[in-house]
């Protein structure tokens, strides 16, 4: 009687061999180090050559309510629409909304740069002097002796147009957060100087203020030199009363708005001159370029391993 056969053992040709995988790493393991290295080595000194960044924050309430200057221009709809007539504040965004947007406006961010002189500053400094507190300006873009800005070797002058700054100062400097339980606003200012940071944040938080207090008083006087008109061309003593009474209602929004140095924004917890850097995070930077080259490492040693492979399949055809 013959013994039968032994079942042959059936391994499918695309099933992966772990001891032929830790094997073909383990001869690649020079070229997967050689990655590893070079890019940590290139993750430390990337890390090293930026400059830190430091950020002052002021958090912020809304200042209106309902018996400030933003409700009052409502309180007195009815008696408007009685009159035919239109005096603004009928719903719509709140003020501190609006005020949000315009802070981040082109219009005003532009206006702010040219306000306060921050053109140089934001476009040619390169570094920050902390032990004579000055800025260090890159000398092939803005001549610090002569106060000009260089020009090109095509000639051009490096003068930055508004577009330039006003982008620069909302993808670098400016960041704005809302807490949305508890509606309290975080303004944020980054930048290479600490003292910097915190004086760009205190002058936007008080421009952006004052922005929008000029605004509404402007609109309110503009309302009350209408009623007055509408005022003098009746004689009905019905229509008078509402007019007086409108009026009456749009100088209170003056006073008050004029009486108010925390127009929209109220400051709870005010910016100070930042000690720790923000940016940027030098470890995670060399982990993720180590990381990154060992990955790169081990998909070379592979891409190279499968031609190996293909040659040897071919040789022996």
């Known amino acids: 009687m013959t013994e039968s056969a032994q079942p042959q053992a059936y391994y499918p040709d695309d099933e992966i061999d772990l001891r032929e995988l830790f094997a073909t790493l383990w001869r690649g393991k020079w070229i997967i180090l050689l990655f590893t290295v070079v890019f940590a080595a290139g993750g430390v000194a990337y890390a090293l050559s930026k400059p830190n960044i430091y950020q002052a924050t002021v958090l ?5 309510d309902e018996g400030g200057a933003g409700g009052l221009k409502g309180q007195l709809g009815g008696l408007a629409s009685l009159a035919g007539i239109s005096v603004g504040g009928g ?12 802070l981040q406006s082109r219009a005003f961010l532009r206006d702010f740069i040219h306000r306060h002189d921050l053109s140089v500053p934001l476009i040619a400094a390169k570094a920050w002097d902390d032990e004579n507190q000055q800025w260090v300006f890159d000398r092939e873009v803005y001549d610090r002796a002569n ?36 509606g309290m606003i975080t303004l944020g200012v980054k ?16 421009d952006i203020n004052e922005h ?60 100070v001159v930042p000690q720790e850097k923000s940016e940027p995070k030098r470890a995670l930077i060399c982990v993720v370029a180590t990381m990154l080259g060992g990955m790169l490492g081990v998909l070379v040693v592979f891409i190279i391993a499968f031609v190996r492979s293909g040659n040897e399949e071919q040789g022996n055809l």
Do not use: C
């Open 60 to 64: 912020l309430a809304p200042a209106q």
């Open 91 to 102: 719903g719509g965004a709140s003020p501190t909304v609006i005020a949000k947007e315009v």
């Open 147 to 182: 106060e000009q800005w260089q020009t090109d070797e095509g000639g051009k002058n490096l003068a930055p147009t508004d577009w330039d700054m006003v982008k620069k100062f909302k993808n670098e400097h400016l960041s704005l957060s809302e807490d949305k339980d508890s």
């Open 191 to 206: 930048n290479l100087a600490p003292p910097v940071a915190k004086d760009w944040a205190e002058k936007l938080v008080r």
């Open 212 to 271: 929008m207090r000029e605004q509404d008083v402007a609109e309110a006087e503009a309302r009350i030199a209408y009623l007055e008109k509408k005022l003098s061309e009746t004689n009905i003593a019905g229509m008078q009363q509402v007019f007086y009474q409108l009026i009456e209602n749009e100088t209170r929004t003056v006073m008050l708005a004029n009486a108010q140095s925390e127009y929209v924004f109220k400051t709870i917890d005010p910016a």
